[in-house]
């Protein structure tokens, strides 16, 4: 079974800081890439950030490049995203979600709250 569990989240001023952990088993951070994904209300979910397991490759939106860093820790079994000069547009629910060989994310955490305020 492949849990993931989100932490994290919080409410703060824009131009602030953030850090998301998702921890999992090792079993699921050997196997699986992981990457973080986010909601906001009336909006589709949209893809944030994804690390391969070896760590090498590593994808970010766009809109959250230059600003966040996604990171793996191999002795805690535990992804990371690091979220600095947070905008309003920012505030979403934030999951966590591991993916296949094939690149489809199959796994889903329960999702950490991040609200940032102007």
């Known amino acids: 079974q492949v849990e993931l569990v989100e932490s994290g989240g919080g409410s703060v001023q824009a131009g602030g800081s953030l850090r998301l952990s998702c921890a999992t088993s090792?079993?699921?951070?050997?196997?699986?890439?992981l990457g973080w994904f986010r909601q906001a209300p009336g909006k589709e979910r949209e893809g944030v950030a994804a690390?391969?397991?070896?760590?090498?490759?590593?994808r970010y939106a766009a809109s959250v490049k230059g600003r966040f860093t996604i990171s793996r820790d191999n002795e805690k079994n535990t992804v990371y995203l690091q979220m600095n000069s947070l905008r309003p547009e920012d505030t979403a629910m934030y999951y966590c979600a591991a993916c296949n060989s094939g690149g489809t994310f199959d796994y889903w955490g329960q999702g950490t709250q991040v609200t940032v305020s102007s």
């Open positions: 690390i391969a397991t070896g760590g090498a490759n590593i």
């Open positions: 090792k079993y699921t951070y050997d196997t699986y890439c």
